[in-house]
């Protein structure tokens, strides 16, 4: 059973902005490595390790081998070739680019992903809600995390129809772009209708309130958590200011 | 169910409707509708699909006519306000003021409810939290109404993981929050199994006991018929007073079902089948044996979740037996209960036409399935525009245009109306008469009784 932090969302939020901008700044193997190494921990604990694994391994694989490809392979840095086939050549310097972008996009991955497992996603949609922004947007993405997977559902019902009816049943790479194709239109259509017959519905409820709303969902939240929100802000802002700063007065 | 109403008391919403018109439509949908709803008392509005039986409930709710766009002439009291409409003035309508009086429930419940909250405590407040009520009294109030309308064992729930009727509970009660004086329920029962019928039914007299007054809108009067203070029928545009007495009547003699011969052709053998979903730990179905013969039709019976659904899919060749074996003679076609997910073209002629080349012999077959269902006319009307129980004879439509040896139908009945039910009972005749075999599933008693054969009440 996965473990929840009972943190005030925005306060996840606001370090891991914190923490992405300062180690995207300072650009260090070490640093990103790190960072990645205390998420990996932090996962653990949670209950969230195997998720997040396979969840950063599917986007990070195919970006670090794309990255390795365009820098470190068909680079045309003029260093000297540690290896050469043809046009391919691999540099030490076309490496350490891709290696340190990869890594750049990799603490931006993994961070961002044990966001989204460790964040209640209603808590941020309650969050979202008692603070002062339109309430449209708490719904915006209400929708987005919450009838998305209704979508999933809604996507294989049509597909189930249309295996009855026997139409994309091919195989293969030409069978799935053919049911992705005839999925697309009906799936769209369901939604706008679904969209439309909440719509009325939404509005007898008093949605959107046009006075002060409140939320039967606490989020729990106090002033210490509140001040660690504004120095992670200060430091997302100034932090990597200053690092780049300190590397041109370094450079000179 | 509740208590008749003894006496006439205040009206609590009048409805004087000289004219309804759509926007784009020459012709009035509703006309000359004079409805007068006291308080607690029951009213009954039946009428065939597409006869504006959700057209009515929604202008009772305040939803319909659309500002700007359709026309009523006319008035509707709620209240103490009296709201007149004409052809040059609509008046803008608060909808939110107006579900304080007047609330809806849809037939497809799930609708009402956000989608986005994560518990029923949370959904049944949510109208609340839009009109700022403090937090403290929003849970009070939903603790008290949970109470009141015994929905207690809910609350905690996750709205999108309840059954059926636990969705249509949800949605009565998130409704009863507001306290409107009126609710209009459009087929509160529709689809429902024995339990959840009883369960719904309960919290329907719970609310009227409370004193809400209650608009029933139903394809037939069936159950309500001796419970109702207003027995209405809506037919061509308007409201005609019907007595229980003239529904009461008996309707002849049923057909006498001729017995299917011991030695007929077997078309569908099960033997010891397990079934299973991807990724489900727990199998749908155990153990199941079955036998289906030519010329027969066969019933499933059983509560929701009891398996029904799987079986049929199994059949029809979406879902592999896990254990056990299924032999099938000849091929099958599958109804599926929703028919907006059968639906991807935009007329009814390519609608039933879909997936079929078209060099095939089944194109000739097209006009022919279309006048066998009722649906000539409607061949170059989008499948969305039509009435509900003439999109199901659509989704029909494409399931026959195969000729299947065995018909499939998940709960058929489902949105069709007195004339769709008389032209599916022939559609199952003629597939008995060819040689080929019916299964339905349905928790619609009235119609298996008569229709199947036997019955196969999954456990």
Known sequence: MPRTISLHPFTILAIAVAVVTLATAASQWWLSCTVIVLCMLLARWAGYLKKLAVLSGAILLPTFLSLLLIHGLISRDPSPAMAQWGPLRVTVHGLDVALSLGLRTAVLVVVGLLCGLLIDKHQLVAAIDLSPVPPQLGYLLAATL??????????????????????????????????????????????????????????????????????????????????????????AVLGPALILALAQIGSH | MGRKLSEQSSTIIGLNLDTYTYLDSS???????????????????????????????????????????DELVGSIGVGQALIEFSSSSTPRVDVAQWAKHVGLMPQDAGHYLSGIRGTVAEELAFSLENAGVPREQMQRRVADLAQKLNLE????????????????????????????????????????????????????????????????????????????????????????????????????????????????????????????????????????????????????????????????????????????????????????????????????????????????????????????????????????????????????????????????LDEPTEALDEAGEAILNEVITSVQARGGAVVLSTHDEQFMEPTADRVHHMQ
């Not at chain 2, 969705?167 to 329920?185: C, I, K």
């Not at chain 2, 509160?188 to 309960?202: F, H, I, N, R, Y």
């Open chain 2, 27 to 69: 012709d009035a949908v509703l006309h000359d509708i004079q409805l007068d709803i006291h308080p607690g008392s029951l009213n009954v509005i039946s009428g065939h699909s597409g006869s504006g039986k959700s057209t009515l409930g929604a202008i009772l709710a305040g939803l319909l006519p659309r500002h700007g766009m």
């Open chain 2, 153 to 408: 064992h809910l609350l905690e729930r996750h709205p999108q993981r309840l059954s059926g009727g636990q969705e249509r509970l949800v949605a009565l009660a998130a409704l009863a929050m507001s306290e409107p004086d009126v609710l209009v329920l459009d087929e509160p029962l529709a689809g429902l199994d024995k339990q959840a019928t009883a369960a719904v039914s309960e919290m329907i007299n719970l609310l009227r006991a409370n004193g809400v007054a209650l608009v029933v809108l139903v394809d037939s009067v069936g159950i309500w018929a001796r419970e109702a203070d207003e027995l209405w029928r809506l037919n061509e545009g308007t409201l005609h007073r019907i007595s229980v007495e003239e529904l009461l009547q008996p309707s002849g003699q049923p057909p006498r079902k001729e017995r299917v011969a011991t030695d007929a052709e077997v078309l569908l053998n099960m033997d010891s089948v397990q079934l299973a979903y991807p990724g489900s730990t727990k199998p749908a179905v155990n153990n199941l044996n079955l036998q289906l013969r030519a010329g027969e039709c066969l019933g499933l019976a059983g509560a929701n979740g009891s398996g029904k659904t799987t079986v049929l899919k199994a059949i029809a060749g979406l879902l592999k037996p896990e254990t056990g074996t299924m032999t099938l003679s000849g091929e099958s076609g599958l109804l599926l209960q929703n028919s907006s997910d059968q639906l991807f073209e935009r007329t009814v002629l390519r609608e039933v036409s879909f997936g079929i080349p078209k060099k095939s012999a089944l194109q000739q077959r097209v006009p022919e399935v279309l006048s066998q269902l009722g649906l000539k006319s409607f061949a170059q009307t989008h499948p969305y525009e039509l009435p509900a129980s003439a999109r199901r004879l659509v989704a029909l439509a494409t399931v026959l245009i195969h000729e299947p040896k065995i018909l499939l």
């Open chain 1, 146 to 235: 919450f009838l998305l997977p209704q979508m999933g559902d809604k996507q294989r019902q049509i597909g189930e129809a249309q295996t009855l009816r026997r139409v994309g049943t091919r195989k293969g790479i030409t069978g799935w772009v053919q049911r992705v194709r005839l999925r697309a239109v009906p799936l769209v259509l369901a939604s706008m209708q679904d969209a439309q017959d909440r719509a009325v519905h939404l509005s007898a409820r008093g949605f959107p309130a046009t006075g002060a709303r409140t939320r039967m969902r606490t989020v729990p939240d106090s002033s210490v958590q509140r001040g660690i929100r504004w120095t992670a802000l200060v430091c």
